[in-house]
């Protein structure tokens, strides 16, 4: 490995003399060394005089004396102050990419690295495996591409709802507009084929996704590759390599970095978008803030029904609940109340849960933290409200918080966008995803469904046909509009057979008192989301991106799983066990957030957190906080998350500004929201170009981010084309 001037691969010292002139000729058409060899070309006049045959020995003292006149400390780096634009070694041989459409940089640069890959004969053995192995990472590529074929879109009528600062020009979108309901059209039908709601205008369907079948076998080859001892062999070295190759970049960058940080105005970590994107909104608010709520709630509003006990039927106050439990309200505080998590919850998935409610009291949780119950989430709707106006003090905190649909009647959606519209729940600053646990085995025990298509039924039916026909329930009709993406949630350290014949049992045959598959939810959810996000594309309207929690424990088939159908996970943990999958997800710059913080209690120990190798190695990793009123202490948990994982991992003020940067990347926020914030082309992997004056990430970070990715695509084109 060497350090070599950005702009050029080639060491005249070792070209043979009779050839140096020739060459240094045909470097005019180039840049870098290009531009010496014009300068002693324009600038010589004594050149023309000097016999052919003694030319290239002009030329090549000529040479010599500008390489020794470079400010950089060796003679093979350029200077880092030098403001000619940056090349890549060699991408000149590589047309994997349409060099037009690459952001080259133009007014910063920062030293680059670059290793001389000794060429081994085609016979070898080694070079016939990393032949192989580049060619099945292409294919897993290019399966990923076809089931994300669906690209997501927002409301064609969005720039209708749009605002600016008047200083910044930040977008802001408003969601809380009323949005006139689009007509009925009757040229549509939806039809149930195998599980999946399909939808026909004219008696053509408008999108055919993969069936079941199709998927098992693609889940399968994705396992098959990424199980392979060669395979892993070859991604772990690249993994490797990527996180060293960064590493290096910030030992003879971080000041130029910085520097060029400084330069940026208006900006800086408080003044850049900060975007919570797995945060579940029951447990959004810290344990202060529940608390004072909680008291304000027995003090002024005592004799207030707020629950009924079905088995007494009876009829309960406020006054009534505190007499039950035996506390005083005016003694309540934070110890007493009992959700922070302890020592007690680490690999205890079913101790985590107690702790969402009160005092241990799921009744408490009823009541405060729910909201279908008989106060029809009134207090969970002033706590929003609450969080609201603590939001309001920085507009550079969102927050994507997460409501569960469960999946058990259809009138769920009704109730569920009740709640959002007639309480007013819209911000600028958040918008809402669905989670759906993945209790099937609960809900047939309890005798609330026979089969597994009721579910698909209650979850997927009404957004259809509130899509087709806006009028039969306008508060659905405006709430979607502030839902950007699903999730699918539950404890993933429960065991799981993968039986092939259960993924091929279809869902209204599914009547087994267990769960299915983690594979066969996460299909079934995505083959009906994909669905209904044509038919919602189709009419103009935001569709709806599908991020599950995924990675944070169990076998690596369920990254397999997301990384075929979803768009980004939350946690990802167990990715460090798969070289091959960790290697695709950064490729593909598959989103995932991570909560370093509630691993802690949990799962995996702050220390162990794979979080840091994966940023360093490049990953679409952001941080979030998943359960701030168990983890968190403050009001703004996200804030807390950047701090600590600062101090943890040493992370300089640009790890900081490219970690916001990845949250806003990660979200399912708006695009125009997303194309101010990181830049155009924010969802083209090495076409993206950076908004350094909104997002504060200077160029040098960016470019060596972009630049490496686009290598390793080309890396991976050139030896797979290998003869």
């Known amino acids: 490995m060497q350090i070599q001037r950005l702009d050029s691969d080639t060491n005249l010292d070792q070209e043979p003399e009779a050839q140096v002139y020739t060459k240094m000729t045909k470097f005019q058409g180039t840049k870098g060394v290009a531009h010496i060899i014009t300068e002693i070309l324009d600038d010589n006049d004594e050149l023309d005089k000097i016999p052919d045959g003694q030319k290239h020995k002009f030329m090549k003292e000529m040479v010599g004396r500008k390489f020794s006149a470079l400010e950089s400390p060796t003679d093979s780096v350029r200077s880092s102050h030098s403001s000619k634009p940056f090349q890549s070694p060699k991408s000149k041989k590589a047309n994997y990419f349409d060099q037009k459409e690459f952001n080259l940089l133009k007014e910063r640069e920062y030293d680059s690295i670059e290793v001389h890959k000794f060429e081994r004969n085609a016979n070898d053995q080694f070079e016939q495996e990393f032949k192989g192995s580049a060619k099945k990472i292409i294919s897993l590529l290019k399966k990923r591409d076809e089931y994300q074929s669906l690209e997501h879109s927002d409301w064609n009528q969005i720039d209708e709802i749009v605002t600016y600062f008047q200083i910044t020009r930040d977008p802001v979108v408003d969601w809380s507009q009323y949005k006139q309901p689009l007509n009925i059209i009757n040229d549509v039908e939806t039809i149930l084929v195998n599980g999946v709601y399909s939808v026909q205008q004219n008696g053509q369907w408008i999108l055919k996704v993969h069936s079941i079948v199709d998927f098992v076998k693609d889940l399968l080859l994705t396992i098959e590759i990424a199980s392979d001892k060669v395979i892993t062999s070859f991604c772990y070295s690249r993994n490797k390599y990527l996180e060293h190759k960064f590493k290096m970049h910030q030992i003879f960058n971080s000041d130029r970095e910085a520097a060029d940080q400084k330069k940026i105005k208006l900006r800086d970590f408080y003044n850049i978008l900060k975007i919570d994107t797995h945060v579940h909104h029951s447990q959004s608010m810290c344990g202060q803030q529940l608390?004072?709520?909680?008291?304000?709630?027995?003090?002024?509003?005592?004799?207030?029904?707020v629950y009924i006990d079905t088995q007494l039927n009876l009829k309960m106050t406020l006054k009534d609940i505190s007499e039950k439990f035996r506390f005083k309200p005016e003694e309540l505080n934070l110890?007493?109340?009992?959700v922070q998590a302890d020592k007690q919850l680490y690999k205890r998935f079913d101790r985590f849960t107690s702790k969402y409610s009160p005092l241990g009291q799921p009744m408490l949780r009823n009541i405060f933290l729910k909201s279908d119950n008989y106060i029809k989430g009134k207090y969970i709707a002033e706590l929003t409200q609450e969080m609201f106006k603590s939001m309001n003090k920085n507009q550079y905190i969102c927050a994507e918080y997460r409501i569960t649909i469960y999946g058990k009647s259809m009138d769920e959606?009704?109730?569920?966008?009740?709640?959002l519209i007639k309480n007013n729940l819209t911000h600028p600053q958040v918008r809402w995803m669905i989670q759906i646990p993945r209790l099937y085995s609960v809900y047939v025990q309890q005798k609330?469904?026979?089969c597994f298509q009721e579910m698909i039924d209650n979850i997927f039916k009404p957004l259809f046909d509130i899509t087709i026909n806006p009028t039969?329930?306008?508060d659905l009709y405006q709430a979607l509009f502030t839902i950007v993406g699903f999730d699918c949630i539950d404890d993933e350290t429960k065991h799981e057979n993968f039986f092939l014949q259960h993924l091929k049992i279809q869902p209204k045959d599914w009547t087994k008192p267990t769960n299915p598959h983690y594979a066969y939810w996460i299909y079934y959810i995505y083959a009906n989301l994909t669905s209904l996000n044509a038919l919602r594309k189709m009419r103009g309207l935001n569709t709806f991106d599908f991020r599950p929690h995924c990675g944070e424990a169990g076998n690596i088939d369920h990254l397999a799983c997301a990384y075929l159908l979803a768009q980004g996970i939350s946690h990802g943990l167990v990715?460090?066990?798969?070289?091959?999958?960790?290697y695709l997800y950064y490729l593909k710059q598959i989103g995932i957030s991570m909560s370093p913080i509630a691993n802690n209690k949990i799962v995996c120990k702050y220390s162990e957190s794979p979080f840091n190798n994966y940023f360093r190695q490049g990953l679409n990793v952001c941080l979030s906080t998943d359960d701030p009123l168990m983890l968190h202490i403050t009001d703004q948990p996200i804030m807390e998350e950047f701090a600590i994982a600062a101090q943890v991992f040493d992370l300089s003020n640009v790890d900081l500004a490219e970690l916001a940067n990845n949250s806003v990347r990660c979200s399912s926020f708006e695009g125009i929201i997303k194309e101010h914030y990181v830049g155009?082309?924010?969802?083209?992997?090495?076409q993206t170009i950076n908004n350094p004056k909104t997002n504060n990430l200077p160029q040098s970070r960016f470019?060596?981010?972009q630049e490496t990715l686009m290598e390793e695509f080309q890396f991976l084109k050139e030896l797979s084309n290998k003869k």
């Open 413 to 419: 959606w009704h109730k569920k966008a009740q709640w």
């Open 448 to 450: 609330v469904i026979t």
């Open 335 to 338: 110890d007493l109340l009992d």
């Open 680 to 686: 155009k082309n924010y969802d083209r992997l090495y």
């Open 291 to 305: 608390v004072d709520f909680m008291k304000s709630k027995f003090k002024t509003c005592p004799n207030e029904i």
């Open 575 to 582: 990715l460090e066990e798969s070289p091959v999958l960790k």
């Open 472 to 474: 039969l329930d306008p």
């Open 703 to 705: 470019l060596f981010r």
